[in-house]
Every structure is written in C-alpha cells, then in structure tokens.
C-alpha cells in the first residue's frame, strides 16, 4: 500500500507564498518522477510541475519562474515552494508519484488526497 501525504496549503493574499509537501509512505520498491497537479473549480486537472529521480525538473508555463520544485529522495518527499502567487492559481493541489511496489513490477501513478491552495486578490 502506498500513501501520499500533503501539507502546506492554506490561504494566501496575491503576491505572497506557500510551501506544499508530499510524502510517499508505505511498502514500495521505488519512485521515478513526483510531481504536482492542480483543478480549479470547473477546470480540468492541469500538470504544474514534475520532477525526476536526478533532479530535472519540468513546469507548466504558467508557474514558470514563479514555483520551484524540489525533492529529497532519501525522504521521499517532494517540496513545491510557491511564491508571487495569483489569484488564478487558487486550485486543489494534487501530489502525483509514479511508483513501483516490487522490483518486478511496473511503474503506476499514485495520487494524494488533494490540499486546498487559495490565494486572495
């Protein structure tokens, strides 16, 4: 079994910051890439950043310059650090890991429970 926990949301005004956190626990073999999504209401779910084993990183356009995502591998934990935000990045924010339980088995997608991020204008 596999768990992503998430912290770090809350309610910010325009221009300020927050830190989300994700921890993979439980009984797995390994992690390739974590990654953060978010959907607003009335949205499709949208990719925000990812980031790889090593390190690489990718980011939405929108976020660009503006979130930093991070990971510590011997915690399992990734760390999106989020600063001049906008009233238009007010969104669940999901954590995403692609895990593999057993050395034999294939990678598959994992998902958080979702922590609120709104942010006033």
């Known amino acids: 079994q596999v768990q992503l926990v998430e912290s770090g949301g809350g309610l910010v005004q325009a221009g300020g910051s927050l830190r989300l956190s994700c921890s993979a626990s439980g009984t797995f073999f390994s992690i390739s890439a974590m990654g953060w999504y978010r959907q607003a209401p009335g949205k499709q779910r949208e990719l925000v950043a990812t980031?790889?084993?090593?390190?690489?990183?990718t980011y939405a356009d929108s976020v660009k310059g503006r979130f930093t995502l991070s990971r510590d591998n011997a915690k399992n934990t990734a760390y999106l650090q989020m600063s001049s935000l906008k009233p238009e990045d007010t969104a669940v924010y999901y954590c995403?890991?692609?895990?593999?339980?057993?050395?034999?088995?294939?990678?598959?997608?994992?998902w958080g429970q979702g922590t609120q991020v709104t942010v006033s204008s």
């Open positions: 995403n890991a692609r895990v593999r339980t057993t050395s034999n088995s294939v990678y598959m997608n994992y």
């Open positions: 980031v790889t084993t090593d390190g690489s990183t």
